[in-house]
């Protein structure tokens, strides 16, 4: 079936250092790629998407590329901060009219000052 | 705009007892409507979706039921609660078609099972 897998946390940067959370998938059909991110005691936020192959998703100085190839979709930032320590979470769905989201296991991120 | 509602915030109940978690979305009609449940330092489970009114798929066998009893509101509901059944309950919508895709969330609901 399909399936996401996510590095496991926690994740633990200083301030302004490199981020990458690996994210890889498998799906029999053509998948729609999502990066959520979820803030301490918060509900879930669409990140960034992708939705064909080759696709670059950004958002808030976040970057994910689909691709096919690797079947990867990781998330990455080129200087975090304070603010970005959350929850992150790597999604596929399947064409189809019930648009279920198959999640990772989530990613924890801390960022120290 | 869109926005969903979720409804209560944070929940205590002791085991045996009724449950209700409500969802409720303004600005679309229409929606595909969903339940997760996130355990603990754990990912997100898809419980329950529906397609339309009245129209319920299960995606795991448990203690829980939902109802969708108008468009925008979707309910969770179980008859006797088991201590499995804390956790964070998150409620999410997404427009129907072809390709509904992107599912946006509600605030979410703690519950305690004591």
């Known amino acids: 079936g399909d399936s996401v897998t996510q590095m496991e946390g926690p994740v633990t940067l200083s301030e302004e250092a490199f981020l990458t959370i690996n994210c890889t998938y498998t799906?029999?059909?053509?998948?729609?790629l999502f990066w959520y991110v979820q803030y301490p005691g918060e509900g879930l936020q669409l990140l960034l998407k992708?939705?064909?192959?080759?696709d670059k998703g950004s958002n808030k100085g976040f970057e994910a590329t689909y691709r096919k190839e690797t079947t990867s979709f990781h998330l990455e930032k080129g200087s975090v901060q304070v603010s970005d320590s959350a929850v992150y979470f790597c999604?596929?769905?399947?064409?189809?009219?019930?648009?279920?989201?198959?999640f990772g296991q989530g990613t924890t991120l801390q960022v120290k000052p | 705009s869109q926005t969903i509602h979720q409804w209560p915030a944070t929940l205590v109940q002791p085991v045996g007892s009724p449950l209700s978690l409500e969802c409720t979305v303004e600005?679309?009609?229409?929606?595909?409507l969903y339940w997760y449940r996130q355990a603990a330092g754990r990912g997100l489970q898809l419980l329950f979706y529906?397609?339309?009114?009245?129209?319920i798929s299960s995606e795991v066998p448990q203690n829980l039921s939902a109802s969708r009893p108008q468009d925008r509101q979707f309910i969770l509901s179980s008859k006797k609660l088991l201590l499995s059944d804390s956790g964070f309950y998150l409620c999410?919508?997404?427009?129907?078609?072809?390709?509904?895709?992107?599912?946006?969330f509600g605030p979410g609901t703690r519950l305690l099972v004591l």
């Open positions: 999410a919508w997404s427009v129907r078609g072809p390709r509904s895709e992107t599912q946006y």
């Open positions: 799906a029999t059909g053509y998948p729609s």
């Open positions: 992708a939705t064909k192959a080759d």
């Open positions: 999604a596929l769905t399947v064409s189809g009219n019930t648009g279920k989201l198959i």
């Open positions: 600005g679309t009609s229409n929606p595909n």
């Open positions: 529906s397609v339309g009114i009245g129209q």
